[in-house]
C-alpha cells in the first residue's frame, strides 16, 4: 500500500542546533502532518500543512519550529534551536484529502527518533 | 479533562486465544473512534473507524471493535491471535464540528504472544 517514508530513523543532535527531520509523503497527497512521541507518552499532534500553509498547529509547536514544503518534495519540520524537551520520536503522516471526510485514510511513517544531547 | 485511556501497557495471550484491547474516552461528545497498529519498525495503520451507526465494526485482519456510548469505550477485539498480531496498538479519536484534523491518541497497548 501507500507508505510515508522517514530517513533516518534516528537522529543525534547537540542542544542549541538545528535540525530537520524529513518526511517523504505519498506521491499524490495534498495534506500533511507531524505528530510529536515522548517516550512513555502518547502521540501528540503538531501541526498539519496544505497548501504551502500551516492549517492547524498545536500548542507544543514552539516559535522555534516550523514547517515547509519546497518544491513539492520533502515535507519538513525544522528545529531551531533545538532544546532538550525536543527529544521524541515525530512521525509525519499524509493525506490525499482534507481528513475529516469519514472515507479519507491518514497513512504514518514509522518515525524518526530525536535525541537531544 | 478530555482523555484517551488504554488501561493496559501490555497485554500477553497465548496463540489461538482471544483478544481484547480497551479504550476509553472522556469528551463531551461522542467523537470519531479509531484503532491504529504499530508493527516492530513500521509505520501507523489504521485497523478500523467508528464515525456512526452499527456499533460493531469490522476491520483489516480479523479484528473488530465495539463502540458503546453508555460505557464511553471503544475496545478492540480478536478471536483467534497469531504471532503476526504482535505489535503495539493505538486507539486514538478525533472530534466531529470542531473544523480540526487533529488525532488525539491513547498511549498504546503492546501485545504480544506467550512464547
Known amino acids: 500500500g501507500p507508505k510515508v517514508l522517514q530517513i533516518p530513523s534516528h537522529q543525534i543532535i547537540d542542544m542549541g542546533q538545528m535540525v530537520t527531520l524529513n518526511c517523504d509523503p505519498v506521491?499524490?497527497?495534498?495534506?500533511f502532518y507531524w505528530y510529536k512521541q515522548i517516550l512513555g507518552q502518547q502521540m501528540e499532534f503538531l501541526v498539519n500543512f496544505y497548501n504551502g500553509k500551516v492549517m492547524e498547529k498545536s500548542k507544543l509547536f514552539k516559535d522555534q519550529f516550523s514547517v515547509e514544503r519546497p518544491d513539492g518534495s520533502y515535507f519538513t519540520l525544522k528545529i531551531q534551536p533545538t532544546a532538550l524537551e525536543d527529544s521524541a520520536v515525530y512521525f509525519c503522516?499524509?493525506?490525499?484529502?482534507?481528513?475529516?471526510?469519514?472515507?479519507?485514510?491518514?497513512?504514518f511513517g514509522s518515525g524518526t527518533r530525536l535525541t537531544v544531547l | 479533562a478530555q482523555s484517551v485511556t488504554q488501561p493496559d501497557a501490555r497485554v500477553t495471550v497465548s496463540e489461538g486465544a482471544s483478544l481484547q484491547l480497551r479504550c476509553k474516552y472522556s469528551y463531551s461528545a461522542t467523537p470519531y473512534l479509531f484503532w491504529y497498529v504499530q508493527y516492530p519498525r513500521q509505520g501507523l495503520q489504521m485497523l478500523l473507524k467508528y464515525y456512526s451507526g452499527d456499533p460493531v465494526v469490522q476491520g483489516v485482519n480479523g479484528f473488530e471493535a465495539e463502540f458503546s456510548k453508555s460505557d464511553s469505550s471503544f475496545h478492540l477485539r480478536k478471536a483467534s491471535v497469531h504471532w503476526s498480531d504482535s505489535a503495539v496498538y493505538f486507539c486514538?479519536?478525533?472530534?466531529?464540528?470542531?473544523?480540526?484534523?487533529?488525532?488525539?491518541f491513547g498511549k498504546g497497548t503492546k501485545f504480544s504472544l506467550i512464547p
Open positions: 486514538a479519536v478525533r472530534l466531529p464540528g470542531t473544523g480540526s484534523n487533529r488525532l488525539t
Open positions: 503522516a499524509s493525506s490525499l484529502e482534507d481528513w475529516g471526510s469519514s472515507a479519507e485514510t491518514l497513512y
Open positions: 506521491s499524490n497527497h495534498l495534506y
